[in-house]
């Protein structure tokens, strides 16, 4: 492909570093022929490609169905990593893997029972990081609340209590609080344990587990339907006991790798794009939608580039991070160990919010940034509906390169709306603007129906929103990367 | 209450039993007056003393969250019945009930376990009725089918193997012949064990129990998600195996009751409508929507009746069957301990398929009856839209009943529309009448979503619900208790 730069470039030193870079005050930059003249065609063929195969959603559907779960520490993580680099290699992609250390926790057996007023067994998953019940079973009475103001209400009566968090489901941003701080609040009004609602607008008897901040007491997700029991329980003036047993415990930190798959840019080699998403799922999930979707679409979206023999001004990497769920140690150590690059990272994109029908990106960086990012999105992507530029929020991964001042941005589908952000509150799914709403549709939407639960399978995602997803990326990833300059921050 | 009979009623003797009757011969029933001219006062106040007390919500809730599954056999389900009979009685209702004994069929410790291409704990539900694996894990290599279709074309490959059945779900009648004979059929084959796709159109990783015809391999039900991954395994090439461990058996039968709660006809005191609802729950469910909310509906009906001291001409009977799910010897033992009085049974309307938003109820018999009752649907019921008469099925309890000549019916609501019929594909929720749709509506739909799962909890009900099918079936059941005749056969 031949790039037609119809602009002055700015070279100049920033810590040294001679960088690729925009002036403000040169002109506006509506002036300037940002996308080359053959971008368009480009951007075309991406899509068409992408359009064209199902490998990514083959793929995918390969590596969660015979590995399954690839939580941090355990060795199903590092073969599906060894799987992936295997595969990539294959697709003639450079593939790199830096080494990380990452915690190691162990569920071990667990179990919740309700002893009175009726005995139940109660479908539960420990919180990711919450230590054991010391080798017992915990059996104590229980007070459920329906959020941290009623916690501090009844203050007095929690000690040597489990408390039962019954908060209403509002967003997932809003509510996850309950999941994060439960059992540390619960602990410091002395109670034994915590069992939290899961953080899901829906669910059929469907625990979900999730990480927790530090704390002395044991945690554990409980379903919507038992808090929502143990709450009318306790409105008849029935007394709850409930019994706990979690062996749930920490070992030593385990060595795990991110991957790197890489197109070396041919004019700004050392000047970067990044996409990517996680390879590691919770250790009861698949996790073909959080977040297999989202690291195999940020892989085709390369592969897909590399195969049309495309080549960038700037070097692409897809970046699969590992242990986003329970210590990002990936993205942390991603950033540390390219500290130096990261002035030269024109913008990181992320996809961990689902890979269904996608609709543009949501970015955090300067409005500079998010007017060519427009100009992008609209040129080359508003045929296919995904050339949106919204919102200001990042992923967790992309958010330790945004801190260094990194452009950042999260890859936007439709149905991941509902519930994801405190100014979309959950709308049935009916409402949501589907470009062509249908039942499949409908079944698969719902990003926290699955969330963090055994039923992130890949029957909850589609090849054709797959491709759609590895289409964008792509689409956005060669554009940006061939942009006459980095974007500006 | 004051009845006006203003035709001349033909008394005659049938069986040598002398019964209120209609003659076809007589005249067009339309120019009759059949509805006495309090009726429609007496109805109002049925509906508007039913929409203004939450008893029916309450009461089920408490029932379920508090004895939990009332399976047959089990001192639980009889602890239900006590509480039920001690709660009617003090409504002041005559209550009977009546000996039945039930089979008694014992889930016991049951597992599976995908064993290659990789290893993962199934979720799984033993079917009702199925033999245990004999005390042994039964390990074997599984073929994945289709259909029965698929499985006869696969009849040499079957022996030795556990057969997995991953039908699509049409609608809940046609689809429901995987479970009841999934295990039979692949026994002929020389299967070692069956393994059903759960019965619904949607789940989250959500195993579905239910009876199934005797064999003597083991059957259970698995996942929509584990079903269809063994379907994807298996058109890669990968060989499955699969363990199967369960404790499964049955007992001798143990005795239980059909509860009867009786208004006496001041008239005709020895002929009957019957409305009916059935106690008994899968052992894994508490049993709100299957069928506790059927059940509490037709007792609040009469409970409604008997508290605004309204007198029918006929006896009205609530009949709370026992051992609905597997056996119906509750329905059974009524319809021969009653044989004698069922030429008197004018109709026997059966709640089962769900509380929600009524709109009518399903009928099965005369033409002549369907008009009368089409009559009396909308003239008292069509201000609450639940007047409508449509359909000829009738449900599993009143099917005795029918078989015997009665008229019968059941009770419709919306959304069990949804697969409940074979003219009546699955739709998409959203796209059901709902007078009011909302979220509420939205999430709480889909009967066959939560049935004979634990998850048939009474958070899928609303009380508001309940109320209109308990002033649906009030209204009904008084005005043909009132009628100048028996409903015409």
Same mark, same amino acid.
């Given at each position: ?28 930059? !509506?002036? /300037? =022929? ?28 390969? @590596? ?15 073969q ?8 990539? =290699? ?5 593939v790199?893997?830096?080494?990380? @250390? ?7 057996? %667990? /179990? ?19 230590v ?7 059996r104590?009475? +229980?007070?459920?609340?329906?959020? /941290? ?17 019954? =908060?209403e ?17 619960? !602990? ?44 009318? @329980?306790q ?5 709850? =006991?409930? !019994? ?5 415990h920490a ?37 073909? @939608?959080?977040?297999g ?5 940020s ?11 495309l ?30 690059e ?7 994109? %992320? ?50 390169l ?11 589908? !439709? ?17 949501a ?9 409908f ?11 055994? +039923? ?7 090849s054709?929103?797959?491709?759609h ?21």
């Amino acid at each position: 492909m031949k790039m037609v730069v119809s602009l002055l470039l700015v070279l100049f030193l920033h810590h040294g570093v001679p960088i690729s870079s925009f002036s403000l005050q040169m002109a506006p930059f !509506e002036d /300037f =022929q940002l996308l080359a003249p053959d971008a368009k065609e480009d951007a075309d063929r991406i899509i068409r490609s992408a359009m064209n195969t199902t490998i990514v959603y083959d793929r995918l559907a390969y @590596m969660t169905d015979t590995i399954g779960p690839r939580f941090s520490g355990t060795p199903a993580l590092e073969q599906a990593i060894d799987w992936i680099v295997a595969r990539a =290699q294959e697709d003639g992609i450079i593939v790199k893997t830096e080494n990380v @250390m990452v915690p190691r926790w162990v569920r071990g057996r %667990e /179990f919740a029972n309700l002893i009175a007023p009726r005995r139940k067994s109660l479908r539960m998953l420990g919180l990711g990081g919450s230590v054991g019940t010391g080798g017992t079973t915990l059996r104590a009475e +229980a007070i459920v609340v329906s959020s /941290f103001v009623e916690l501090d209400r009844q203050k007095e009566n929690i000690r040597g209590k489990i408390v039962v968090y019954n =908060q209403e489901f509002v967003s997932y941003s809003e509510t996850v609080v309950y999941r994060g701080y439960g059992a540390s609040r619960a !602990e410091a009004y002395g109670a034994v344990a915590a069992l939290v609602r899961s953080i899901t607008p829906f669910g059929i008897q469907t625990p979900h587990t999730g990480s927790m901040h530090s704390s002395n007491i044991p945690a554990a997700s409980i379903t919507i339907e038992d808090a929502m029991m143990f709450a009318r @329980m306790q409105a008849r003036g029935q007394t709850l =006991q409930i !019994e706990l047993y979690m062996e749930a415990h920490a070992l030593l930190d385990a060595q795990s790798r991110n991957i790197i798959l890489e197109i070396p840019g041919c004019t700004y080699s050392d000047e970067y794009v990044i996409v990517g998403g996680h390879t590691d799922s919770w250790d009861i999930a698949d996790g073909a @939608m959080d977040d297999g979707g989202g690291a195999f679409v940020s892989w085709e979206a390369v592969r897909l580039i590399h195969a049309l023999g495309l080549r960038p001004l700037r070097t692409i990497r897809a970046v699969l991070w590992t242990n986003e769920e329970n210590g990002a140690r990936g993205a942390e150590s991603y950033a540390d160990n390219h500290a130096s690059e990261l002035i030269r990272h024109s913008i990181a994109l %992320e996809s961990d919010v689902g890979t269904f029908s996608p609709n543009g990106i949501s970015f955090a960086g300067s409005s500079d940034a998010r007017r060519i990012l427009e100009l992008i999105g609209g040129s080359l992507l508003s045929e296919i509906g995904s050339g949106n530029v919204s919102g200001v929020s990042v992923g967790e991964d992309v958010s330790f390169l945004n801190a260094n001042g990194v452009p950042s941005g999260s890859l936007n589908v !439709e149905d991941v709306r509902c519930g994801s952000d405190d100014n979309n509150p959950c709308l049935p799914y009916s409402h949501a603007p589907y470009p062509a709403f249908d039942e499949d549709n409908f079944l698969k939407s719902g990003y926290f129906w699955y969330h963090h639960t055994a +039923a992130d399978t890949i029957d909850k995602l589609s090849s054709r929103q797959l491709q759609h997803c590895a289409a964008t990326l792509g689409v956005w990833v060669y554009a940006i990367a061939n942009l006459p300059f980095l974007l500006p921050r």
